[in-house]
């Protein structure tokens, strides 16, 4: 079946892009523009017309994308047309009328784009990324990955193995000849390589975490110390309640946040302190748990005699305002006032700073999600039961192992046994895409 859909978001927009992928692709883009000729890949002025009563819907533009040099490796059309709401469904109306035509599901064109192998796993789920990017380092990453930088790592991991099953096959097929002691040395040494260069693929998946989900802060202290009215300050809105009763936060509460370029998730913390009710003590215990979560906590002290400087911790003494300039605060610790937004620009720059070490040499290969790290895993699982095995009298055991971690990476690429992964891939995708 030929399929369309709106590629272009929901709502009411200047300009909407319908696609059409499928045989019969360039014949709907004839039947609604009436126009006979297209040179593919040239964009054409065209005139949209219903098929049943020659209704005009509307004038924009039309182009044709013979296979297979196409998004979908199919023959491709789309509409430029006018983005309002009525005209779009007029033309998804219109294409519903031909006949052997239906509304793609979400994510069915990168699905066949998949099928027709014009991309990969690993760049489809970098594509969503792309599509979902908040911040320049996440936009960064996710074209690097959808440009293939990811799969060309698996493929390189699988040619090295593919090279050895090959000379020991030969092995087994040449049985009367011995294997030299220095070949085996050689391939030994090359899974001890293959084994340690994906250890370090798998080492960087707190970098692929925090690029993608964020990097944790979470902004801890006694009530009413500012918390909230700190991290109002970051958002530059009202995102926690502001009061001078204490313990009025009673949950944590996150904004994420672009600071260099990185996704950065703020946490409204309960004040800590020894709880007057069950709620609040739930409140605190939510607290110790982000604690542990994050990778920087922001302590706020309203009172200097108070501060408590600790390892991992950055201690600010905010209402700075409300203080004695000629007070001695301790020079060490950053003074801040959320009222009158004195060293908040200093905290800003004290927040990128920890960020920007922890992402330091990000590399374009960091593994982004869970299946890219278990699959590696399962990888290094074959090849060390591979080194358990004598290459020499149990060859065939030996290359089953590597073969087992061959099919691995191929899973993770998709040129193999990928069935059960492609729906969990696509369930997110928007129709359209």
């Not at 964009?43 to 005009?56: A, E, R």
């Not at 779009?88 to 009328?97: H, Q, R, S």
């Not at 690029?211 to 970051?234: C, H, M, Q, T």
């Not at 055991?397 to 990476?409: G, P, S, Y």
Request: hydrophobic share 40%.
């Amino acid at each position: 079946m030929t399929i369309y859909a709106l590629s272009t978001a929901n709502g009411v927009s200047g300009l909407a892009v319908i696609r059409i992928s499928g045989h019969l692709a360039l014949t709907a883009l004839k039947t609604l523009s009436r126009k006979s000729n297209f040179e593919t890949h040239k964009m054409s002025h065209i005139k949209i017309y219903d098929p049943d009563d020659g209704m005009h819907i509307d004038t924009g533009l039309g182009v044709y994308f013979a296979k297979p040099k196409s998004f979908t490796g199919e023959d491709v059309a789309e509409l430029h047309i006018h983005g309002g709401i009525s005209t779009i469904n007029l033309v998804l109306n219109a294409l519903g009328k031909i006949d052997q035509l239906r509304l793609a599901e979400p994510g069915e064109f990168t699905k066949r784009a998949f099928i027709n192998d014009k991309m990969d796993l690993t760049a489809i789920e970098a594509m969503g990324d792309l599509i979902n990017a908040h911040t320049e380092v996440q936009h960064k990453l996710a074209l690097s990955q959808m440009s293939g930088s990811l799969n060309k790592l698996y493929l390189s991991w699988r040619k090295k193995l593919i090279e050895i099953i090959a000379y020991l096959e030969a092995g087994i097929d040449f049985a009367d000849e011995d294997i030299p002691d220095d070949v085996l040395k050689n391939i030994m040494k090359k899974i001890d390589e293959l084994i340690s260069d994906i250890n370090l693929h798998i080492s960087e998946k707190n970098q692929g975490e925090i690029i993608k989900d964020g990097f944790r802060i979470a902004i801890i202290g006694e009530p009413n110390v500012g918390k909230s009215s700190l991290i109002n300050l970051l958002a530059k809105r009202d995102v926690a309640i502001v009061s001078e009763e204490a313990g009025t936060t009673r949950d944590a509460i996150e904004v994420t946040l672009n600071i260099s370029g990185y996704p950065v998730i703020f946490t409204d913390t309960a004040g800590i302190r020894k709880a007057t009710n069950t709620i609040e003590k739930k409140g605190i215990d939510i607290t110790h748990e982000k604690i542990a979560d994050s990778h920087l906590v922001i302590e706020l002290f309203d009172d200097k005699r108070k501060i408590n400087q600790k390892k991992g911790r950055v201690s600010v003494l905010n209402k700075i305002d409300l203080i004695n300039e000629n007070e001695n605060t301790n020079l060490e610790t950053l003074k801040i006032s959320t009222k009158t937004n004195q060293g908040i620009d200093e905290l800003i720059n004290i927040i990128s700073s920890h960020v920007v070490k922890d992402l330091s040499n990000i590399s374009e290969t960091i593994p982004t999600r869970t299946r890219y790290i278990l699959g590696s895993q399962k990888i290094i699982v074959s090849l060390s039961n591979a080194k358990n095995i004598d290459p020499i009298n149990q060859t065939e055991l030996f290359v089953e192992e590597l073969r087992l971690a061959v099919n691995e990476i191929g899973r993770l690429t998709g040129l193999v046994d990928v069935e059960e992964y492609l729906e969990v891939i696509f369930k997110d995708f928007c129709i359209g895409k």
